[in-house]
């Protein structure tokens, strides 16, 4: 089992910034990728961006591979500290349109493909979700 606690949530106004942390524990040592999601009122969860964990020797991945989606990219970074079990993702030039609640997510499943992970059901555990909200 993994265990996912996010924090940093909160409400700014348009064109600040905000860095969500995301705490593991348990078993991330079977943790193959993490993963931001979002997702807004009224709305299906949307992949935000995610980063590379842990491989299996079969599978060669770039070392702390990350990938965003296109909403995002070139305003949200997501980084790792290995001494802590967390994962951040720091969000610049917030918008409106960001708003909603994030989760952080992890999943077991070796992919060799990135794109497998742009879908919620290849995640296998996630938190309880931090609010933000991005006023105009």
């Known amino acids: 089992q993994v265990q996912l606690v996010e924090s940093g949530g909160g409400l700014v106004q348009a064109g600040a910034s905000l860095r969500l942390s995301c705490a593991a524990s348990g078993r991330t040592f079977s943790t193959a990728v993490m993963a931001w999601f979002r997702q807004a009122p009224e709305k299906e969860r949307e992949f935000v961006g995610r980063?590379?964990?842990?491989?299996?020797?079969?599978?060669?991945?770039?070392?702390?591979?990350?990938d965003y989606s296109e909403s995002v990219k070139g305003r949200f970074t997501i980084s790792r500290d290995n001494a802590t079990n967390t994962v951040y993702l720091q969000m610049n030039a917030l918008k409106p349109e960001d708003t909603a609640v994030y989760y952080c997510?992890?999943?077991?499943?070796?992919?060799?493909?990135?794109?497998?992970?742009?879908?919620?059901?290849?995640?296998?555990?996630w938190g309880r979700g931090t609010q933000v909200t991005v006023s105009s």
């Open positions: 980063i590379r964990w842990n491989s299996k020797p079969a599978i060669r991945w770039i070392p702390n591979s990350v």
């Open positions: 997510a992890a999943s077991d499943r070796h992919y060799p493909s990135g794109g497998y992970y742009y879908n919620s059901r290849t995640y296998d555990y």
